[in-house]
């Protein structure tokens, strides 16, 4: 069974791309940049102010949502965009990354992970078919297949290994996916560490087996940036123009910009929820630690000709003042602060590509970047 | 000096008043519930959402902004109003109750209260005309003369002794505050403990002295509710009909109704954000434990006829779930909707007194409390 296409090119420019992709729960504009509601909520950020902030999608996580509240529960409440309010497109992870990196005693076996939760020790097992049925259950508009993430460094032979189960987990998950209404969507994860033969070899098996979009998976693990990008050069060119192509927990302004220059179209990082929660700003300038005694006294705001009120219209003083007391609406500014940003930087980009321009983007960027924050006084 | 009156009695119905008080940076309708801005933030509310909520004024903490960002920082950066971007009406306290609760080695003498910071443990000297320096550093628009509050139950002796010292200071509040420019006001504060005799001896002097409005302290410290009354009772009469009553740190629904039913104007307190942060709301059908079970799978709102988006259109089983998992949006939401009640309460009794149908608002507003919660479903 060959899964419909839901994804429109509507520009490329070089290797980026700009686009429309319609979900049951609305149409997402690429670059897409997907802010992260962990537990079904934005980490001190009201759902408007996502909507508010640009952002057409945001990601759940399947780990945290099937331990609390669950997914049965979630379903009997009309799914996770009506139990949330959100009310818009969501993608759902498969779970299996944070299999990985939260839970404890866990085993991967060719069936399925099991682990013991980290909030109440129960044990729970995880396969490619559970995680698609919890992922049906909440309702997700964009699913995604269970897969095995190494973390780097990694021999080739533990890559390998965690690449092949990957693909035999994409057949299952596929297989499970099938009965899913019309319009929903499943992504599979090419897998593959850090070597291009294999990043290739997961690429077009996962092409033959055939999903509504194809993500990579396995970067920003640690690894340097240059092989991070290297990778997606190696991988990219493989993937079909007319699918979606998401790049897993990255990143940076910098890495988004670099990632959408060679055919990224959508990424999601918990950085502008959780730098905001440490005091830091992403501004057109760089990042800004507003914890610095350096803007104690400073009434000028972040950057004075940005759109956004609280950017433009909330003195680095009275932020700083918050971080320091613990406040919480000093996290929560600087979290919708971050948020806007990141939608601001997809949004120049979408427009950049769309008049053949990104290229200037991309040196006028850099060079905001580069120029820094404006001196203290 | 006599200082002129800002306050507009514009309807009274039994003992209850409803009116405006008119400050620089606006007006205020009382009854009027002031939400606690501790350290220049709401806890878990933008300042938007403060004022949507229907709040003509708020309250800054003396103790915690002179201690950080400091008074002489908040001036040169233009004053509270401008400093948060609240932009308007605020009222602060004079710092002694929080010197009291919350710092260390404090130490009353005549002269002035010393202390050790609980943040970085400095000595500081907080006397009257230090009080008032900050406060008008701070740029509220109504400022308290520093008084010593007593912790019921006490001796008779200690609590006259404490009253008198107040008057003292009073005296010495006001000839400090008579240089600030005209429209800012300043407050005496009722002292006596739980002893009639000594509220009324307190509030005689201090009228004598004259203020632009009288407050009631000590008050809400322990004792139970029926003697808080009874002082109220006791000194309301004594107070002059043409200046605003403010009832300090008060307090619980239940406790502001029979309040305004004894001719208070003004409250604050920090419990509509406190218990909200701890999973309470607050409706018309009284206090609900959103951490309780019960409503783990309950698609209803709070309180589905309620004029509050959030009241009106979250499901009970999300704000659960946001309880249980510690989630910053559930105290925010839970904050916001208490505020909101608060004020809806205000403008409840506002209307009521306007309309001379005050009695059977309390009767009404009483009968919602005692039906309690709907059933569990």
Redesign the interface.
């Known amino acids: 069974m060959s899964f419909p296409n839901h994804f429109e090119l509507l520009a490329t420019d070089g290797n980026a791309r700009t686009g429309h992709l319609t979900t049951p729960h609305g149409v997402v504009r690429t670059p897409a940049f997907m802010p992260v509601g962990t ?8 759902w408007r102010e996502v909507r508010d902030a640009g952002a057409d999608i945001v990601l759940g996580n399947t780990y ?1 949502l099937m331990l ?2 669950g997914a049965e ?1 979630v379903a ?3 799914g996770l965009q009506r ?3 959100w009310n818009g497109p969501m993608l759902t992870d498969s779970g299996g990354f944070q299999v990985m990196s939260l839970s404890e005693l866990r085993k991967v076996r060719e069936t399925a992970v099991t682990f013991r939760s980290h909030i109440d020790g129960t044990k729970i097992e995880l396969s490619p078919e559970r995680s698609i049925e919890i992922q049906r259950l909440l309702g997700s508009d964009i699913a995604m297949q269970l897969d095995e993430c190494v973390r780097l460094p990694a021999e080739r032979g533990d890559i390998e290994r965690a690449m092949q189960l990957s693909l035999r987990w994409a057949e299952r998950s596929k297989r499970a996916f099938e009965t899913a209404p019309s319009g929903y969507m499943l992504f599979g994860i090419v897998q593959g560490g850090d070597v291009p033969a294999l990043r290739q070899q997961s690429a077009r098996a996962l092409i033959e087996i055939g999903f509504h979009g194809y993500a990579i998976g396995g970067l920003a693990v640690g690894e340097p940036q240059a092989v991070m990008l290297a990778m997606i050069e190696e991988t990219a060119p493989v993937l079909p123009e007319d699918r979606p192509r998401y790049l897993m927990g990255v990143g940076t302004p910098e890495d988004m910009l670099e990632a959408v220059a060679r055919g990224i179209d959508m990424f999601d990082c918990v950085m502008p929820t959780r730098n905001g929660r440490h005091g830091m700003a992403f501004t057109r300038f760089g990042q800004i630690n507003l914890r610095n005694a350096r803007h ?2 400073d ?1 000028r705001p972040l950057d004075e000709a940005s759109t956004w009120p609280s950017t433009s ?3 680095r ?2 932020l ?3 971080v ?2 613990g ?7 600087l979290s919708e602060i971050n948020i806007a940003y990141y939608q601001e930087l997809m949004q120049g980009m979408r427009s950049a590509i769309g008049n053949g321009t990104f290229e200037d983007f991309q040196k006028q960027t850099r060079a905001g970047w580069a120029r820094g924050d404006i001196a203290a006084r």
Do not use: Q, W
């Not at 406040?327 to 500014?333: D, F, I, P, S």
């Open positions: 537990a079904g909520a934005m980490k001190g950020l009201h945290h609390r509240p529960r009997a409440l009309g139990f949330t309010g104690a006294d009434p219209g909330i003195s003083a009275y700083h003042h918050l320091r007391s406040e919480t609406l000093g996290a929560m500014l």
